[in-house]
């Protein structure tokens, strides 16, 4: 088939469950792959749940939630949460391996970015372990810049608190000017 990617907001029981899926590999993908080599763990569990059931994270009014489609399957997920009346955050942004290189992280993030201006926000911000080189060139080619760490970053809830430190220092902040 090979058509362009497209977005689907996530609202009925099967995107939930899709993005639910998607979540999941990516932050499995996290645990197995980056975060042993620091000695850190997150709450995968309560993090999934989090997302997909606060129903005030990235749902409408204040935040959106989309799922990623090509050829026919569910290949990508992206968030935008509130985090004041000016500023709101990129999260859970994933595209698996096989559909990278189509477009599809690029029309998540500008479909994000457009909604973020919508909600009249001023600044959209990210977290991105810094191993995530491909991710960051993505995000500096919108106009992201790098930043210190905020206050209210996403894994606060999920880590243990003596963890937080060393879940910084391989992390890069980075925020776009609306």
Not at 16 to 44: K, N, Q
Not at 94 to 121: F, S, T
Not at 136 to 161: C, K, L, T, W
């Amino acid at each position: 088939m090979n058509v362009s990617p497209q977005l689907v907001a996530v609202s009925g029981a099967a995107e939930r469950e899709a993005a639910r899926g998607l979540i999941l590999e990516y932050l499995r993908w996290i645990e197995a792959t980056i975060l042993p080599a620091h000695g850190l763990s997150v709450d995968i569990d309560a993090m999934v749940l989090s997302d997909i059931e606060d129903r005030a994270k990235f749902y409408p009014p204040y935040g959106r939630f989309y799922l990623l489609r090509h050829d026919g399957n569910h290949v990508g997920v992206g968030c935008l949460k509130r985090l004041s009346a000016d500023a709101a955050e990129l999260q859970r942004m994933y595209v698996q391996p096989a559909a990278r290189g189509i477009g599809a992280g690029r029309l998540l993030l500008n479909q994000l970015v457009d909604d973020a201006r919508a909600l009249g926000h001023s600044r959209l911000r990210l977290e991105s372990l810094k191993a995530l080189a491909a991710a960051h060139a993505m995000y500096r080619s919108a106009g992201f810049v790098d930043i210190e760490p905020y206050a209210d970053n996403s894994m606060q809830a999920y880590q243990a608190p003596r963890d937080l430190a060393a879940f910084r220092a391989i992390t890069m902040y980075m925020e776009l000017r609306l």
